[in-house]
């Protein structure tokens, strides 16, 4: 999505990996910071200022104060309690919370692994190195690039919950204004039909992402599950299987008041 605001260009940005971070400037917020980056991803740019207004003062945003803010924003925000190999890709990108009350961007799986940094304790008498599944990260502290971090540094700092955030569905102006029906509430009515529709969607997304993951010992895993936003509910049924050591697929269905949501995805590891 083509917008200005800084960072929201992925394919400008170079990607970097852990060993080159360095803070390019002094970040107080990384979670606010990421809010931001996430409006400007989504083509509705916020300042800074308009995000923490109304909002109780503090030194570091709260994961609830994210939440509501990015709902005055004018998109839909949900947490969900999620490992990050089992973040589903249909929903990136997504803001993982972090233990030092800050926040950072998932942009997905990196296409090559990382060596696995070792301290010289752990790394005493072995010849080999080992090499684990990377992701690709916003660190607003570091700046706009692309971070590549491996998964058992991504461990060290995340909390295991993350936040979706969607814009919300509008009215297109090339619609025209419906006539008015004598009340004056037409145009509310469609207004909330089409926020009903969305909270519909995002529960039904939402109960997607908490299909369980199929264990590692394991070749199959059906699952059912149940979500709900804003007072709407929706059910979702899906399974995950291990087609060989290296390949794994998941699919599944999200049925709520706003219709059905499908999804598939594959994963091959090596």
């Not at 080159?20 to 400037?25: E, G, N, S, V, Y």
């Not at 200022?49 to 990015?70: D, E, T, V, Y």
């Not at 973040?87 to 692994?113: E, N, Q, W």
């Not at 998941?250 to 999804?263: P, Q």
Request: hydrophobic content about 40%; aromatic content about 6%; overall charge positive.
């Amino acid at each position: 999505m083509k917008n200005d605001a800084p960072g929201a260009d992925l394919s400008a940005q170079p990607a970097l990996n852990e060993q080159a971070l360095t803070p390019a400037r002094k970040v107080d917020d990384t979670l606010l910071k990421s809010l931001i980056w996430m409006a400007a991803h989504h083509g509705k740019p916020v300042s800074e200022a308009a995000l923490i207004a109304g909002l109780p003062a503090g030194r570091f945003m709260l994961p609830k104060q994210a939440q509501i803010a990015m709902e005055q924003a004018g998109f839909a925000a949900g947490v969900v309690e999620r490992l990050v190999h089992e973040v589903s890709p249909m929903l990136l990108p997504v803001i993982l919370f972090r233990k030092d009350h800050g926040g950072c961007i998932l942009l997905g799986t990196a296409p090559d692994k990382v060596k696995v940094q070792k301290s010289q304790a752990d790394a005493k008498g072995r010849t080999e190195d080992e090499y684990e599944t990377a992701y690709r990260l916003i660190l607003p502290e570091v700046g706009p690039q692309v971070v590549t971090m491996g998964a058992s540094k991504v461990k060290e700092f995340y909390t295991g919950f993350a936040m979706l955030v969607k814009p919300l569905a509008k009215v297109d102006a090339r619609a025209g204004v419906p006539s008015d029906d004598g009340n004056g509430h037409q145009l509310q009515s469609g207004l909330g039909d089409v926020a009903r529709k969305s909270y519909g969607g995002i529960a039904a997304a939402t109960a997607l992402t908490m299909i369980p993951d199929v264990d590692a010992n394991k070749t199959l895993s059906v699952g059912i599950v149940g979500g709900t936003y804003r007072g709407y509910a929706a059910t979702a049924i899906g399974g995950t299987a291990r087609i060989t050591q290296n390949l794994k697929v998941r699919v599944g269905a999200g049925r709520s008041s706003s219709g059905t949501t499908v999804g598939a995805g594959a994963a091959y590891r090596w």
